[in-house]
């Protein structure tokens, strides 16, 4: 497994109070958690502490296919950062920082060894880049 992190990053135009919450609010995770409109996010549970565990399920709309991703949170700082260990013993880091009355959020994870590095960080950044066009509009 390649041990480089991989990083993905958007600005969004709204707040960091507003960010933090429709990021970490189960509520909005089950409007934005997956990557294309064919597949949806049912449900989430955020425990937002450190030792707090993040469950939540992405599956295809269509049925064919789905997970559960599961992590436990290393640290959390309100509105600036937090870090969580995933099922695997993967680690990630999601940071928040003002920038004009935009955020800037940026992720940085441990990928997994199945898939190819250019896979994931697109899975990951179509995920990010459905977020920032939900957090805009609503």
Known sequence: MDSKQITIQSTIS??????????TNPQH????????????????????RPGGKYSARMEAKDGSFGFEFEAIY?????QKNFS??????????????NQNNKTLVVVNFDPESQN??????GGWQAILDNFKKYTELN
Do not use: H, L
């Open 84 to 97: 969580y260990t995933m099922g695997d013993g993967r680690k990630a880091t999601v940071s928040f920082e």
């Open 14 to 23: 709204a707040d960091i109070k507003k960010v933090w919450d429709y990021y």
């Open 74 to 78: 290393d640290s959390v700082v309100d």
């Open 116 to 121: 190819p590095i250019e896979m994931q960080r």
């Open 29 to 48: 995770i089950i409007k934005w958690n997956f990557a294309t409109d064919d597949w949806q996010c049912p449900w989430a549970k955020n425990d937002m």
